[in-house]
């Protein structure tokens, strides 16, 4: 190879290092926009802020929205803060949240629209109609919360799980908690995601389960059976995020400093990072559960308008 052709070819390696790194947020929005526009379905619509994402969705056209539920409530909110609901399907239920998650479930599973968001019910019933056997969307992968975040002090955008509902996850569980993160990696557009297995230390202690778990999961990963990505650890969190704290410490390889993954070890310590990444690390987030047959939009009641938008355009990217 000549040094023209060489120029020529690292330039063009550098160019897709580039493109495949997404450094914020609002590129998630951007790639939605480029694809076909989804049918996003709402349990219990009944919710200022969620009627408010799915306005800006629409305005971004990435969705077309089918809110369930109180059709008065959901009249009365919308007027009330001026959201046009003209043209837009509504199913009126005033027997329940619980009941709205079902029907809203039921419209996924018979094929009439292709997202599940949460509204204004609780999580508990949400996944209850999600899992139900006979209309839910159950599949044989194990539901796991991923969050992507965009962090002022990270140059890429990295992804968080799982933060709310696997409690105390034994290996083969965070062999699945991977897959999931692995996919909606996928999805967006990072091809080979470098996960990185959380931990209280760098080493092997039989006494601390997340280290044990992070070296069987990098074996395995090593041995191919847990593929589409390269995971290493254990890792505290310094290492994962921070090239100078791993080089200070002597710990080399591909996921160390530069991870696009955290796997956490149990909720708690998943639950407390996402927050301070939130309230004290000046972070925006995008998060779904994913494991059902469709990408399903649960955000906080504290998440913002947009961050309620992104992970609608997350959904669209993974769906």
Known sequence: MNITVFFVYLQVKQCKIIVAMIRDLTELLWKAKSRPVRKMVVAAAEDEHVLQAIQDAIKEEIIVPVLVGDKEK??????????????????????GTAVSARIAAAQVKSG????????????????????DKESGLRTDQLLSHVAFFESPYYPKIFCVTDVAMNVAPGLEAKVQIIRNAVKACHGIGIENPKVAVAAAVETVNPKMEATVHAALLKEMNGKGLLDGCIVDGPFAIDIAVNPEAARHKGIGGEVAGDCDVILAPDIEAGNMFYKALNFLGGASSAAVVMGAAVPVVLTSRSDDERSKLLSIALATLIN
């Open 74 to 95: 959901i009249d009365q909110i919308a007027q009330s803060v001026g959201i046009p609901l003209d043209g837009i399907e509504l199913i009126d239920n005033r027997e």
């Open 112 to 131: 009439k629209a292709d997202i599940l968001m949460k509204g204004f019910v609780s999580t508990g019933d949400l996944l209850k109609a999600v899992l």
